[in-house]
C-alpha cells in the first residue's frame, strides 16, 4: 500500500512538474521581431500604446549609444553628444502584424541619453503624450521631459522638440532614472514623478493641463538625510516618512498600498524596495 501511494505521488510530482516547466515558457524560442538600431545603440526602456488612435498598440523605444565616445582635446564638452541616441517608435502594421521598420524618429532636434519613458493623455487633449526621463551627458539635456502628441494625421509628425510650445522640460538637469504620471495631490489630473538618482523624487504640478517647470514638490531620501527625516522639499510639510534613507532611486511605483485615500511609494535601495507611506 505505501509502495502505491509513493509511486502514484511521484507520478503526480512528475506531471505538475511538468506543467510548472511548461507554464514557465510560453514564448516562442525565437524572437518574432527584432528591432533594426545600430549595433552602438541601446535601447534602455521601452513602452507600448496607441499613439496615433489608429486602434494599434505601438511601440516607443528610449535608447542612448555606448561605449561612449569622448573627444580628445576637452573629454567633456561632448557638443552634440557622442552619448545620446534618439526616441524612436515603431508603427503596427495590420495587414503585416509586425512592426514597421525603421522606426519613426520622433525627436530630431538633439540626440540624448533616454533612460525610462511613461506615456499618458496628461493635458486631457484626447490623445497621448510621452514622458522620459534623461541621464546628463552634456550641459542641459539631463531631467525629465514632455512632449506633446500634436494629433498629426501622419504617424511622422506626431512629436516634435523643435518648437517650445510643443514640449516641455524640467528646470533642473539631473540623472532621471524613472519617471510615473501619478495624480499626487488627488485634484483629477496628472502631475509628472520623476526619481533622480541616487534617491531625490521630484514631483511637478498640473495646473490646468500645464506643468511647471520648477517642481512644487522635493523629496529627499538620499543618505545620509536629516533624522527625523524633515524632506527637505518645497511648498509643503513632510509627507513620507520611512525608517531607512539610504535610497539609490533607479525606480518607483505609486499606489494607494493602506486604502486611505492616499498615494503611497515604492523606491528601490540597493536591491531591495522600500514603501513609504503618504500620511
Known amino acids: 500500500m505505501k509502495g502505491t501511494i509513493f509511486y502514484l505521488g511521484l507520478v503526480m510530482c512528475l506531471l505538475l512538474g511538468s506543467m510548472i516547466s511548461y507554464a ?21 526602456s521601452v513602452a507600448l500604446a496607441d499613439l496615433d488612435n489608429d486602434g494599434d498598440l505601438d511601440l516607443v523605444a528610449g535608447n542612448y549609444k555606448y561605449p561612449y565616445s569622448f573627444p580628445e582635446e576637452e573629454p567633456w564638452d561632448l557638443g552634440i553628444s557622442d552619448i ?7 508603427e503596427w502594421d495590420e495587414q503585416s502584424c509586425t512592426f514597421i521598420s525603421p522606426p519613426t524618429q520622433f525627436l530630431i532636434e538633439d540626440r540624448r541619453c533616454y533612460d525610462c519613458i511613461a506615456i499618458a493623455d496628461y493635458d486631457a487633449d484626447e490623445d497621448l503624450d510621452i514622458a522620459v526621463g534623461t541621464i546628463v551627458g ?12 500634436l494629433n498629426a494625421t501622419i504617424f511622422e509628425g506626431l512629436f516634435s522638440d523643435a518648437d517650445e510650445p510643443y514640449y516641455w522640460h524640467s528646470s533642473d538637469s539631473y540623472d532621471a532614472h524613472c519617471v510615473r504620471w501619478v495624480d499626487f495631490d488627488g485634484d483629477g489630473d496628472l502631475d509628472l514623478a520623476a526619481l533622480e ?30 533624522y527625523p527625516y524633515t524632506g527637505q522639499q518645497t511648498g509643503t510639510d513632510d509627507l513620507y516618512a520611512a525608517d531607512e534613507y539610504n535610497l539609490y ?13 492616499d498615494l503611497d511609494v515604492f523606491v528601490n535601495k540597493n536591491g531591495n524596495l522600500r514603501l513609504l507611506q503618504k500620511y
Open 84 to 90: 545620446g541616441a534618439f526616441l524612436v517608435a515603431y
Open 24 to 44: 514557465q515558457n510560453p514564448w516562442a524560442s525565437s524572437p518574432d521581431w527584432v528591432s533594426d538600431a545600430d549595433d552602438q545603440e541601446f535601447t534602455m
Open 249 to 261: 532611486g533607479t525606480t518607483m511605483e505609486f499606489g494607494d498600498i493602506d486604502n486611505d485615500g
Open 138 to 149: 552634456k550641459g542641459n539635456d539631463g531631467g525629465a521631459w514632455v512632449f506633446k502628441n
Open 197 to 226: 538618482v541616487p534617491g531625490i523624487l521630484h514631483i511637478y504640478e498640473n495646473d490646468d493641463d500645464e506643468l511647471g517647470t520648477e517642481p512644487l514638490y522635493v523629496f529627499d531620501f538620499t543618505d545620509p538625510p536629516p
